[in-house]
């Protein structure tokens, strides 16, 4: 693989807030190739959303970028109105809640349309066709109707595909989905996450899942990365991943999923909660939480080794 | 085991207007279900299959279309809402809610919000007996009691999850109805709660009603399984043997589409179809037609009926039992 | 402890609303130096607002009448300074008593819904149907020109507005969880609205209240205005403007000026004040 789609190097930043500098991100280096699904997994205020916000650009205007870079098929997306004009086109995301995300009052199909006919261009006339042939696309059975309904008459399931649907409209090279089936039924979920990686296969776009459930991510994902507290901790390949859990936080979340645990006794419990990142953190954001913790473990910064092929870790301690 | 909660023919139906004519929205449909004490129930099924519902009336929040409710022999389900906030079953009956912000008024403190339910339920008047109950559900929650006097808007998602469950259980409920309670924690405050609420549940011999999406989660905590579908059960059993051999076509859809690394890269036949509406729905069609992916001709002219099979669960499938 | 963080929370909030939108703090002050014009009144006058003085009759301001005088020689900055309190009594009290009945009536109906709900509705739109100004018009005409009629008019054309208010509030919060939680633990109906649900609509429904004032002000201003309710010699802006209006022409502005500009300013601080109450209370309304 020569070029990645999407490379992310060291990226660390802040937001400024009345209440003092949050460490949002540090140090978060990754990238991802065509038609790979990277999963980051993390707890709520781990980041995740922080990093596909900054990735598309949206983030609001406390945002600091400290230092790092974000290269999207070698162009600079940190560069002013870089983004902006790629976004919708060759970058897509979509959000959880499809029912907010969607205009109310505006049949579904026509909202597709808009889509293509903005960042197309497409002429209005052949937009309408190339909606129904996307909708159509996400397994949507009888799109021709489907596309003159109003989002009230659809089922979550199918507002989300919708969304989907939107999403890929313009054929996007990168598409980030944002907790994409949290408020759906295990089925309904199913359904759409068996679409989304078929998608990738067929279309050979990226993707990145942003989601807390490791099992889900763990599902579907090609590689996984976990982030704790604005940091990542450990990366690698998804077998690899679960064949050996390295990072204490990452086994602790894995064995917090009660899709792990046998019995009740089995489930573990991360104990603490994630540090406050305003003011001074440790080098360890895990530090207080971890049942590995040596004194050396605050010796300087934690060096994210690399302790097998292609899977790194950012511990002193791995296990 | 002396049953605790026993529903029979327990329905809910809401009048609902759709196409210019009103027809029945039929939430709960002619349900039996039974809570032996000390028991945990669990009831999973997707969202707007009546499994809320179910729980909003076994805690008496709403009033039943039809069916009988028999609460340790007595028949609650008679006596009027109205009337049911000062009969003693008020205090045997409590419910655990979903959000834990939402469920917890942001005007009064932690110790207020626990005490609100011990001062009318068990109405000793003495302040010292009230509060030395809060202090003891405050304390069996786990929650330090320095933040006892904050408001909600002060605690964590975790720490409002305990008030919620201190709540409930300070009047010694007998029965606790658990709505989704994990659904909007994450995984981390999760497994806290739930380890928790197994542990509260020997410590205070409590029987449980657990409701939730997640068949993972209820498999942990509940020693039987009630699946729903679209207002009626399904299937129900024994937590082992229902997962181990599920019978319904739709139990074993929701074990296909629960996640799990281990099925990484497999392709899985998904639920195909749309489902039937809960308007008015066929009374000769069993509720899974169109979406099963079993059906036959007999099962759009016979309603399947819950009917007990070798192992230790019952199913309401023609094919329950007969296909391996 | 928790109450005093949170109180010291209100306050750096407070400070900080102040500090960011100059505007707030600048009607802060405004209603500071109304209240003591309100508590002083007389005493804080110059003259007596009543005496008359025929030497001295429409003399425009100057270092001895700031404001100016009266077609009857009577000190003008005298009688804006006293009508103070009787504009703002006027207008708190027919704030008070339509925010008291308008929330019970709204949340009731919104919490029973049902019949009661539709009674109290349509009682509501009926009061809403005609033109407001006319109908209290209508109800100091028909039960005598007095100023505890003035403040009962203006309380009545504005109890659909709390009512509706108080109703939706109500309607929202009903389906809580919480709510639920309240009636689980015993508590009858009647206290559920009383102790679990209306305190916490308070908050909003006092900078709607704040945000009314101002309105109060004018129309109780403009009873006047036409004739109804306060009667000279009193002083009030409104009876001032009215009596001032007829010098317009003949180019006297001081008689008409000085009473309006205090009810714009009376006016513009409470609706500023409202403003500002709300970004208190929701943080995320501001801009």
Do not use: G, M
């Given at each position: 693989m020569s070029e990645p789609l999407l490379s992310v190097q060291g990226l660390t930043l802040d937001f400024e807030t009345r209440k003092g500098r949050v460490k949002a991100l540090e140090d978060i280096s990754f990238s991802l190739a065509r038609g790979e699904i990277l999963g980051i997994v993390g707890e709520s205020g781990s980041g995740k959303s922080v990093l596909s916000f900054a990735i598309m650009g949206l983030l609001d205007a406390a945002a600091r970028m400290r230092s790092g870079a974000i290269r999207f098929e070698g162009m600079?997306?940190?560069?002013?109105g870089a983004v902006a004009a790629l976004r919708g086109r060759e970058l897509s995301m979509i959000f959880q809640s499809p029912r907010t995300a969607l205009?109310?009052?505006?049949?579904v199909g026509q909202q597709i349309e808009d889509v293509l006919v903005r960042h197309g261009p497409m002429p209005r006339a052949k937009a309408r066709e190339a909606a129904v042939a996307a909708i159509a696309r996400v397994r949507i059975p009888d799109a021709e109707r489907r596309a003159r309904a109003f989002p009230f008459e659809l089922s979550g399931g199918m507002c989300q595909r919708i969304m989907i649907a939107m999403a890929l409209a313009c054929s996007p090279s990168l598409l980030i989905a944002d907790e994409p089936t949290t408020g759906l039924d295990v089925t309904t979920q199913a359904v759409v996450m068996d679409l989304i990686r078929d998608l990738v296969k067929e279309t050979r776009m990226g993707a990145i899942l942003i989601t807390h459930d490791l099992a889900l991510a763990g599902e579907y994902c090609d590689r996984l990365m976990v982030m704790h507290a604005g940091h990542v901790v450990e990366t690698a390949p998804t077998e690899s991943l679960f064949g050996a859990l390295r990072h204490p936080y990452t086994r602790r979340l894995f064995a917090a999923t009660p899709t792990a645990a046998a019995t009740l006794d089995d489930l573990a419990v991360i104990p603490g909660a994630l540090p406050d990142l305003r003011g001074t953190l440790p080098f360890c954001r895990y530090r207080d939480r971890c049942e590995r913790c040596e004194p050396d473990c605050d010796s300087g910064p934690v060096p994210f080794d690399v302790i097998a092929p292609d899977h790194a870790v950012r511990c002193r301690h791995p296990a | 085991m002396s049953v605790l909660l026993d529903a029979r023919n327990l329905s809910k139906r809401y009048p609902v207007r759709h196409g210019g004519r009103t027809g029945q929205l039929h939430a709960v449909d002619d349900v039996d279900l039974a809570i032996a004490e000390g028991e945990c129930v669990g009831l999973v099924g997707e969202s707007g299959c009546g499994k809320s519902t179910i729980a909003r009336l076994a805690a008496r929040l709403l009033e039943p279309s039809a069916g009988r409710l028999l609460f340790a022999g007595t028949d609650i389900g008679a006596v009027p809402l109205r009337r049911f906030?000062?009969?003693?079953e008020r205090a045997a009956i409590q419910v655990v809610f979903q959000d834990p912000t939402e469920s917890l008024n942001p005007g009064f403190t932690v110790f207020a919000a626990v005490a609100d339910p011990v001062r009318h339920l068990l109405g000793t008047g003495n302040a010292a007996a009230v509060e030395a109950r809060v202090w003891r559900a405050i304390d069996d929650v786990g929650?330090?009691?320095?933040?006892?006097?904050?408001?909600?808007?002060?605690?964590?998602g975790g720490q409002k999850a305990r008030v919620g469950i201190a709540r409930a259980i300070a009047v010694e409920p007998r029965l606790l109805i658990l709505d989704e309670p994990t659904s909007a924690l994450d995984v981390s405050v999760q497994s806290v709660v739930l380890k928790l609420l197994g542990e509260l549940r020997t410590r205070r011999r409590m029987s449980y009603l657990f409701v939730s999406h997640d068949l993972d989660v209820v498999r942990l905590i509940c020693d039987r399984i009630a699946v729903m579908y679209l207002g009626k059960i399904i299937e129900i059993g024994t937590t082992e043997s229902l997962l181990r051999v599920p019978a319904h076509p739709y139990t074993r859809a929701l074990l296909a589409a629960t996640p799990d690394p281990k099925r990484r890269g497999l392709q899985i036949a998904r639920l195909a179809g749309t489902a039937t509406s809960p308007i008015d729905p066929d009374p000769n069609s069993c509720r899974f037609a169109g979406r099963c992916p079993l059906e036959f001709s007999r099962c759009s002219v016979e309603m399947p009926a819950l009917r007990p099979l070798a192992t230790d669960q019952a199913a309401a499938c023609h094919l329950a039992g007969v296909l391996p | 402890m928790a109450d005093a963080t949170a109180t010291a929370a209100f306050w750096s909030e407070a400070r900080h609303l102040a500090v960011e939108n100059k505007l707030t703090l600048v009607a802060g002050l405004i209603l500071v130096g109304l209240c003591v014009l309100a508590i002083g009144g007389a005493a804080m006058a110059p003259y007596d607002p009543l005496t008359t003085d025929v030497s001295a009759t429409l003399k425009g301001p100057s270092l001895a009448h700031w404001f100016g005088t009266d077609a009857l020689g009577r000190d003008l900055l005298s009688r804006v300074i006293v009508a103070t309190r009787l504009d703002l009594g006027m207008a708190v009290g027919a704030v008070a008593l339509s925010f008291l009945c308008g929330t019970t009536l709204g949340a009731v109906g919104g919490y029973l819904g049902g019949w009661a709900d539709g009674l109290i509705g349509r009682v509501m739109d009926t009061i809403m149907a005609f033109p407001l100004f006319v109908l209290a018009m209508g109800i100091v005409a028909a039960l005598g020109n007095s100023v505890a009629n003035i403040v009962l008019a203006t309380a009545i054309i504005n109890l659909p507005f709390y009512a509706r208010f108080a109703r939706a509030e109500v309607n929202v919060r009903r389906e809580l969880t919480y709510v639920d939680a309240a009636r689980m633990g015993g508590n009858a109906p009647a206290r559920v609205l009383a102790r679990h649900i209306v305190p916490n609509i308070l908050p909003t429904m006092a900078v709607q209240a704040s945000l009314n004032l101002g309105w109060a002000i004018l129309n109780a201003a403009g009873l006047s205005f036409i004739g109804l309710g306060v009667r000279p010699p009193m002083p009030e802006w409104g009876i001032m403007v009215s009596e001032g209006a007829s010098y317009i022409i003949s180019g006297e502005w001081w008689t008409f000026a000085f009473p309006g500009f205090a009810l714009v300013l009376a006016v513009f601080c409470f609706n500023l004040i409202g403003d500002g109450l709300r970004d208190l209370i929701d943080p995320r309304r501001r801009t």
């Open positions: 600079d997306l940190a560069q002013k205009n109310p009052i505006r049949r | 906030t000062t009969r003693p929650l330090p009691r320095a933040l006892a006097q904050r408001y909600p808007h002060q605690l964590s | -």
